[in-house]
């Protein structure tokens, strides 16, 4: 008997939501040439004011209703040239506005695809009924050029099963304040990694807060009484610009609906996209709350593991992590440590599924290997489909396998709670399948997670089809459970 209740609920992206996008032509990501900006300010420069206020009229006419505050997006894109205006502070609001408009473009960032979920609880319950429970979903959104983005879902999760989503804005932003952020036990890392580790500077890395800015630190190393030597200070340099380049802050403006919030690729090793977050709600052991989702960044031609961390889905801190563990895609956080260590799943060697150990959550160099593919419908490799889900009897991962003709399956695996690298049931076969109306789309013959949750005994388990579209489905979990059959599989530690 199929254990699994696929629900009606399906959810595709919606190509009439659009982003502002800078354009300049000439500089198109994937045609990149030389930069015709300064040709296009000159003709824009030389239209009559009558001719800019008709053109501009008819631009917010046309695409007003399409954005939330268009005409402060036209203007921060003329920001980007304004240097290249000739008496610039002389020219018209709406000449500057209508200049923006041709430097600008609209982006249907999820008209290709819209898969790969993952289901956690809502920081924000006010208003809920009894017994329910309000849900975040990110999703995996893809456009034109197969860019991907984040993007955010709300439902309700009510006590006698029904589900609910809530429609998402027709708005949506990439516009948030964004810096440069550096987190001081990466920092530490990285130093040592390079061999430039110093007394000064972890004196001066102690005295910074968690979170701190290129600029703050500058200042502080600035004030040691003993310089670094010339050569350790231009490595430093060095490595500081590399890092600073790669972590920054968002933060939405709070009016923003959750689902209007678009976390666009910001950093270089993701500058293609990024892909497939697992979100889980991370409890510490003095009882505080964070999310912490990991995902993949995509430059084009390389991917690299980072972590993304909010406490209220507004503002996110975005970060690369290091170590041997997370050198690949699939990681995945345990919502709490585990004798006293951060503890997370791993796909390191890109085809079996490991365990992995940190201090700080951020460097992971430990690792066990637990599962290796060895039955036919996963042959090729497995990995992980979201966060470890706790239950009395063991810690609840999913896993995906990849068989003949790249079919992917999800199936189940259950871990020992004090010992997580000791698998203890695993479930006989594919638990959910493609069936035959979700075998074609963009990618086909492709069901896959990155992460369900578990309320009042029953798994709640939202997954992609076929890279093109979002079903949630239903799974007793006592029943799960039950059919796990035991196994005392453990690899060695590597």
């Known amino acids: 008997m199929d254990i699994v209740d696929r629900t009606d609920i399906v959810l595709k992206g919606d190509p009439n939501r659009v982003l502002c996008r800078l354009f300049i032509p000439g500089e198109e990501e994937l045609i990149r040439g030389t930069s015709r900006a300064r040709e296009l300010i000159d003709r824009c420069m030389a239209l009559s004011e009558e001719e800019v206020e008709q053109t501009l009229s008819h631009v917010l006419t046309d695409f007003g209703t399409r954005h939330r505050h268009l005409e402060r997006h036209l203007l921060e894109h003329y920001a980007a040239v304004a240097g290249l205006v000739n008496h610039g502070n002389g020219t018209s609001h709406s000449r500057r506005a209508l200049i923006g408009a041709y430097l600008t473009q609209e982006y249907a960032f999820e008209s290709t695809a819209y898969f790969n979920p993952s289901l956690t609880i809502h920081p924000d319950q006010t208003g809920t009924t009894p017994g329910a429970l309000r849900v975040v979903m990110s999703i995996r959104a893809v456009g034109e050029g197969h860019i991907s983005s984040l993007i955010f879902r709300t439902g309700t999760l009510e006590p006698d099963g029904g589900i609910t989503i809530d429609p998402p804005s027709r708005f949506a932003s990439t516009r948030a304040t964004r810096f440069t952020a550096l987190r001081r036990r990466i920092l530490q890392q990285a130093v040592v990694d390079a061999g430039l580790d110093s007394s000064d500077l972890q004196f001066v890395l102690g005295m910074l807060p968690d979170t701190f800015t290129p600029e703050e630190l500058i200042s502080r190393l600035s004030a040691l009484p003993n310089p670094v030597p010339q050569e350790d200070h231009e490595a430093f340099t060095t490595l500081l610009h590399s890092l600073s380049t790669s972590s920054y802050e968002v933060d939405f403006d709070p009016s923003t609906d959750l689902s209007e919030r678009v976390l666009w690729p910001t950093s270089t090793d993701e500058r293609r996209g990024m892909e497939d977050a697992r979100i889980t709600r991370f409890t510490d052991e003095l009882g505080q709350v964070l999310y912490r989702a990991s995902y993949t960044g995509f430059d084009g031609m390389h991917v690299v593991s980072r972590i993304l ?129 979700e075998r074609s789309g963009y990618v086909p013959n492709v069901v896959y997670s990155c992460g369900g949750l578990i309320y009042r005994g029953t798994l709640v388990l939202p997954y992609g089809i076929s890279d093109c579209a979002t079903r949630i489905a239903r799974i007793d979990v006592e029943q799960l459970l039950t059919r796990m059959e035991p196994t005392r599989a453990r690899a060695e530690v590597i």
Not at 331 to 338: E, K, L
Not at 407 to 418: E, G, K, M, Q, T
């Open 309 to 437: 961390e909010t406490a209220d889905f507004r503002a996110f801190t975005s970060m690369p992590m290091s170590g041997t563990a997370v050198r690949n895609k699939g990681v995945a956080f345990f919502p709490r440590n585990v004798d006293g260590m951060h503890v997370a799943l791993s796909r390191w060697d890109r085809e079996s599924n490991s365990i992995a150990y940190s201090v700080d959550g951020y460097h992971w160099d430990d690792y066990v290997t637990y599962h290796v593919a060895t039955e036919p419908w996963e042959l090729i490799h497995v990995g992980n489909c979201g966060p470890p889900l706790e239950t009395d009897s063991g810690w609840l991962v999913l896993t995906h396998g990849t068989g003949p003709m790249r079919r992917y399956v999800i199936s189940a695996i259950l871990l020992d709670l004090n010992d997580p690298s000791r698998v203890i049931g695993a479930y006989p076969g594919p638990l959910v399948a493609p069936q035959e109306d």
